[in-house]
């Protein structure tokens, strides 16, 4: 019996969001979906050695999101992809997801920072705040944007000194 407590524990807590952070509100998912592209990130296995990473994002017919991650091994020059499938933890109008890439295992996709005016660029975190990503429609964003957004991840608690900033060909 402990260890389905456990097991249930470990699978909620993947999906978690970091004490003290709130989602974005009104969230608009059809001004969402399309491509994205990283701009910088706290390092991760999953992306170790990659640039040129972007996420392209589509509504699923179950009304999930389908997603595409892709990126380029600096070393070899081969690209990585990896798809999977998002879903609303709340609302749809609260940007908070899980997403899965294996099978029935899903991690958090916590939207806490949104252009809701032109939704140009976002800052997005997991279950803990050892996740951090700052997206954008375009390959690089304006320095004041970008700086901005690094000063909002610093004063949330995220060790913004480690960010890598991701290479982009033009």
Same mark, same amino acid.
């Given at each position: 019996?402990?260890?389905? #407590?456990?097991?249930?524990?470990?699978?909620?807590?993947?999906? /978690?969001?970091?004490?003290?952070?709130?989602?974005?509100? !009104?969230?608009?998912?059809? $001004? %969402?979906?399309?491509? #994205?592209?990283?701009?910088?990130?706290?390092?991760?296995?999953?992306?170790?050695?990659?640039?040129? &990473?972007? *996420?392209?994002?589509?509504?699923?017919?179950?009304?999930?999101?389908?997603?595409?991650?892709?990126?380029?091994?600096?070393?070899? /020059?081969? #690209?990585?992809? *990896?798809? /999977?499938?998002? @879903?609303?933890? !709340?609302?749809?109008?609260?940007? $908070?997801?899980?997403?899965?890439?294996? /099978?029935?295992?899903?991690?958090?996709?916590? &939207?806490? *920072?949104?252009?809701?005016?032109?939704?140009? %660029?976002?800052?997005?975190?997991?279950?803990?705040?050892? @996740?951090?990503?700052?997206?954008?429609?375009?390959?690089?964003?304006?320095?004041?944007?970008? !700086?901005?957004?690094?000063?909002?991840?610093?004063?949330?608690?995220?060790?913004?000194?480690?960010?890598?900033?991701?290479?982009?060909?033009?």
């Amino acid at each position: 019996m402990n260890i389905i #407590w456990l097991v249930v524990f470990l699978l909620a807590s993947c999906t /978690g969001l970091p004490k003290g952070l709130k989602p974005v509100e !009104d969230f608009e998912v059809n $001004r %969402y979906v399309g491509t #994205w592209y990283e701009i910088a990130r706290l390092e991760q296995s999953f992306e170790k050695g990659l640039d040129n &990473i972007s *996420a392209q994002y589509t509504l699923a017919k179950d009304g999930g999101i389908e997603v595409l991650n892709q990126g380029r091994n600096q070393e070899t /020059g081969e #690209w990585k992809k *990896a798809e /999977g499938k998002a @879903y609303f933890i !709340d609302q749809p109008s609260v940007g $908070r997801l899980k997403v899965s890439f294996f /099978g029935p295992f899903y991690g958090s996709y916590n &939207i806490i *920072a949104l252009d809701k005016q032109n939704y140009q %660029y976002s800052m997005v975190t997991g279950p803990n705040r050892s @996740y951090l990503w700052i997206l954008a429609r375009t390959k690089t964003l304006p320095k004041e944007t970008l !700086d901005a957004l690094i000063e909002s991840a610093k004063r949330q608690g995220f060790e913004t000194d480690k960010l890598i900033m991701v290479k982009q060909d033009e």
